[in-house]
């Protein structure tokens, strides 16, 4: 029994892509077989009128229906979907349900959007089990038994190939992942013949768009399924053909960029970019079967590369078993290899591998990207090329094992990977680039200053039209008064003054002079420029450190801003506040310098190269920028550094599409002794021990912000980012950067800035909305961090970002580490003596509104503690000293890790001080961690104190919604010499709604009363002994 299916069109579809559009094509599946459509462009009512046909094994299945939108890069987004029943169109009337509208439904019944479209389908059964009976229906020279035909089901000896496949249109099949079928028939001479007119092509068929079965009629290998697909689809041309077509459609597709899983791959290797590209995908090469036989896959089908989507994109399916690890068993594998970019020099492949077979493997697909692109310059001048390979998974449905899914598939690949690079390794030569680093003075011994004598250039500066007009004038002029006679006095002259005496006279005499001024600034221009000679080039760096070395070779298509059309460039290299500036070429566009600049040694690796390209004009005119652009080193590798063109910036500059070619080279000349040296210099500043971190935390803190390796952790700490809403996460400080990092139920926050680009810091008193800590607020220059902007709270008017840092554990040490950083990063000395000069001063005058900043009084608060304890009142208060006392009653209620900082006078007669500390397990079973900052003040008759509390959970469940108050009231009995007065006041502030607050309420008070029985009967017992 056969199931037809046809899809005729849809109408009112959902748009998926951002130009408010989609790419429809419908997806079908019965059972293990799958089928789709062709993909129609930018249309949300499309047209298909294409037919399929199903071989009905089970009349409980349900056929499947989804429209997909197709995406060029990444998997095929689900617009919609609806499932029938076989049963349903077996019990209709004819067995067909007739031509009808079905609304799509979405894949989460959740779905707010629910309004996905609708499609029209006809579907009905037919009772005919027999290919050859449809196909030849109406043909009586190739007329067959139906009988005969019926049992035609030929398995090809090595594999099963089953599913549908449509005569109609140039329509590809999604193959079933189905198990293997064991038994092995026996061709039947009414299968040969019907499979020779089934080659031959002879059997003609009135409908074009019927199906057949292959699982009951197929001998062809599956090779030969791919051939015979890849004729429908495509011409059989060469990889060859197939690069230069893709070469010729390029138009200037940008370089995808890495997927953000990681590197696998950075190399570079002694080969050229479509060398290198041949070797791995070409399917004459045989790397790919060596590879498979060195890690021991079996079965390797390649399939042939063709075009898709009217010839935009370059595709081919290479299937095969994965040899069995330790964990896995042997294992299918699919992979969909298609080429993102292909212009000749730069080649991407994107590589979507699938393994259907293992656990949850229907869940997933890993995704390799391949990117080839020209290496770095060589001294031998010959060509290399750089291979970079990255990965992520990409997970189709959620799961509870994607973390172990994902170091799974991390391990596999980098031992997989491991085997590629040896591999690889020997059959084309690596460059190593610590080798490239260390031949820097071969490289720029290569570089050649262009000579060019004064007289050369001032005849090159000279001819043009002003000058040479300007002489022929002045001779001219000059031959004229050897001609002429003396004139008379007349008018106003006198002895020794001849005045014009006409009109024509005035105008010439005003030409001349216009003329002769207009050449004396080109005189001065020539003599200031040819001072300012390659002023910094070859000037040797002095010190120890970080030596930054520029080498500025060339310029193409810069902006021509004189009259003359052309320009007068020159470049100024900026770093660390240090400038750099090379010569000027006079009347160039394509300006080459060949010329050398080194920075003197600094202390602190740097993190941006300012360049700027100004027109020179003049000793004591404003230069005009024809471009700038700034070089990142924290964002960009050094070695790509070595030999890189740099586009400008700038109207003018993006105008003409202008670019510099420049070699950088950074090298450190203390080793290893730099990092020491800057703790060092850094503990001074911060006024505490800093310990260096460890080799793996130092990788991992790179590896976080894809920093390079010379980049150090110096501190981290905890504290929330404040947004709209408090977010906890841990603030983490390099000598170059201050980074963010959050990761909350697996959603992750993370971005970085430089110091550089801090504009000023600011500490804000503690609120109640703060829960108790002062706010650190830092804002950045007018431009700048804007890859950080999704965690700033605000931006002002002017584009500054503003960062909210607050609910630090530790605020002094956290304080005074990010001002040391700061001061030491982007200060200058001016700036440094006014931020000490303002700190002494917010010391000794502390505004009178910064005391009551808890804001106990906003809180109802009520009595969970009362009693009289025989202790004096001073003892007691020894308790929130810091001292023995202190810690062994923490210790006691179960408090782990306690820190505190002492106390500081905040205003008269109020101190404050905060603490930390994190729960025992017996306490709370969720261990979290608690911030307090507590104010003490004495009462108003001075016989006791009032100690005020703010509390905040972290790391327990709602934690974030409430903080704690507490109120202690000390006081002196006056019956008693040696006795005092307590009582305890408790209240919740809710920051946000829940309905568990009763619960919540009760059990923090049940703890809290016992926690107050055990540190007061502590101190009553060490007071005893004391007696």
Known sequence: MMLLVRVIEARNLRAMDLNGSSDPYVRLQLGKYRYKTKVVKKNLNPSWGEDFNFRVEDLNEELIVCVMDEDKYFNDDLVGQLKVSVSQVFDAENKSLGTAWYTLQPKNKKSKNRDCGEILLTMSLSQNNSFIDQRLSGNSDHALDTANCADLTIEPPSKSFSGPLSSSSSMGTDEASSAKEEKSYTPTLAGRFAQIFLKNGEIASPTSSRGISLSEFSETPRSEVYENKSEEQSSSATFEDSMRSMESRDNGREIPSNLPGGILLDQSYLIAPSDLNSLLFSPDSNFTKSLAELQGTTELQQGPWRFENDGESLKRVVTYIKAASKLIKAVKATEEQIYLKADGKVFAVLVSVSTPDVIYGSTFKTELLFCVMPGPELPSREQCSRLV??????????????????????????????????????NVKPVDLKDLGSNKEQVLASLQVELQSDWKLAIQY??????????????????????????????????????????????VCGILVLQGERVLELIARFMQARVQKGSDHGVKAQGDGWLLTVALIEGTSLAAVDSSGFSDPYVVFTCNGKTRTSSIKFQKPDPHWNEIFEFDAMDDPPSMLDVEVYDFDGPFDEATSLGHAEINF???????????????????????????????????TRGSNVVKEYLIKMEKEVGKKINPRSPQTNSAFQKLFTLPPEEFLINDFTCHLKRKMPLQGRLLLSARIIGFHANLFGRKTKFFFLWEDIEDIQVVPPTLSSMGSPIVIITLRQGRGMDARHGAKTQDEEGRLKFNFQSFVSFNVAHRTIMALWKARSLSPEQKVQIVEEESETKSLQPEESGSFLGLEDVSMSEVYSSVLPIPTNFFMELFSGGYLDRKAMEKVGCLNFSYSPWELEKADVYQRQICYKFDKRVSRYRGEVTSTQQRSPLSDRNGWVIEEVMTLHGVPLGDYFNLHLRYQVEDLPSRSKGCSIQVLFGIAWLKSTRHQKRITKNILSNLQDRLKVMFSLAEKEFIPGK
Request: with cysteine; aromatic share 10%.
């Open 389 to 426: 390979i990255s990965w992520r998974m990409n997970f189709l449905q959620s799961t509870m094992m994607k973390s172990m899914i994902e170091g799974g598939a991390r391990q596999g690949l980098k031992d997989s990977f491991e085997q590629f690079s040896d591999l690889l390794s020997r």
């Open 634 to 668: 924290l964002k960009t590798n050094i070695s790509d550094l070595a030999d890189v063109w740099i586009p400008l910036q700038g109207k003018l500059a993006q105008a003409c599409q202008s670019k510099l070619h420049l070699r950088i080279f950074l090298n450190n």
């Open 462 to 507: 000279f001819a043009n039209f002003t000058v040479i007009f300007t002489i022929l004038m002045a001779l001219y002029v000059l031959s004229h008064i050897l001609l002429a006679m003396p004139s008379p006095i007349q008018g106003l002259e006198f002895l020794g003054l001849d005045l014009p005496d006409s009109i024509g006279e005035v105008i």
